[in-house]
């Protein structure tokens, strides 16, 4: 596997407070990616990065940013959170072929109260 | 866009028998990708079995297996002799990509039971 690892694999948190995600991967992958997964819509793209300093927008961006100063790291934070962002949040990676399936982390299971 | 549908919100399976998975997608591409995912309870997402679009024939990984109809936008799971430890969500998913960058839309997801 990709050798990914998310960290922290659980958190609760209170609105308004800051929060950030951290992806870390062993395999030297280019692109990397963060979803999350809510019942009833499966997994949306929030952003991803192409390399490192390199980000775009997916889908569901609102109230995300992400940074990625490491081929090996990327942080998902949310600035200030909302319970609408409570959620299982996935990252993958794919070592930047197109034609690979991505490789996931372990999710980590974020609740704002 | 692309849509992925799985219509099937739950199915059960009495274990060692066969079940199938429906998965329904809409595109306007011919160059794509298929794939089916697999979530334990554990929360890790595994790959299942992939399809290119380009290829007729359809993939096929130990017990699990796919009908791929490309005309008529179709990739259902087909799982054989089914065991415990098959009891997850599975997800279908559509990849399109743009060079390097992959877009992927995934279905909503099929809760499986296996029943022993």
């Known amino acids: 596997d990709a050798g990914i690892t998310q960290s922290p694999r659980h958190k609760v948190t209170e609105t308004g407070t800051p929060v950030t995600l951290r992806c870390h991967q062993t395999?030297?992958?280019?692109?990397m990616y963060w979803y999350r997964q809510d019942p009833g819509h499966g997994l949306r793209l929030i952003h991803y990065s192409y390399g490192v300093k390199d980000t775009d927008k997916g889908e569901v961006s609102d109230g995300y940013s992400v940074s990625r100063s490491k081929t090996e790291d990327f942080l998902l934070t949310l600035e200030s959170a909302t319970s609408s962002q409570t959620s299982v949040y996935f990252c993958?990676?794919?070592?930047?072929?197109?034609?690979?399936?991505?490789?996931f982390g372990d999710g980590t299971r974020l609740s704002i109260l | 866009a692309q849509t992925v549908t799985q219509s099937q919100p739950e199915m059960s399976v009495q274990e060692a028998e066969t079940v199938t998975l429906s998965c329904t997608y809409d595109?306007?591409?011919?160059?794509?990708?298929l794939f089916w995912y697999k979530q334990p309870p554990s929360r890790q997402m595994i790959l299942v079995i992939r399809?290119?679009?380009?290829?007729?024939q359809n993939a096929t990984e130990n017990r699990f297996s796919v009908n791929f109809q490309k005309a008529a936008k179709s990739f259902s799971l087909k799982i054989s002799d089914s065991q415990l430890g098959d009891t997850a969500m599975y997800f279908c998913a559509f990849m399109k990509p743009f060079g390097g960058y992959q877009k992927v839309t995934f279905g909503i997801g099929t809760k499986l039971q296996v029943i022993p």
């Open positions: 993958a990676t794919e070592e930047g072929s197109g034609n690979q399936p991505q490789h």
């Open positions: 399809q290119e679009a380009y290829k007729q």
């Open positions: 595109t306007s591409e011919n160059n794509y990708y």
């Open positions: 395999e030297n992958h280019r692109y």
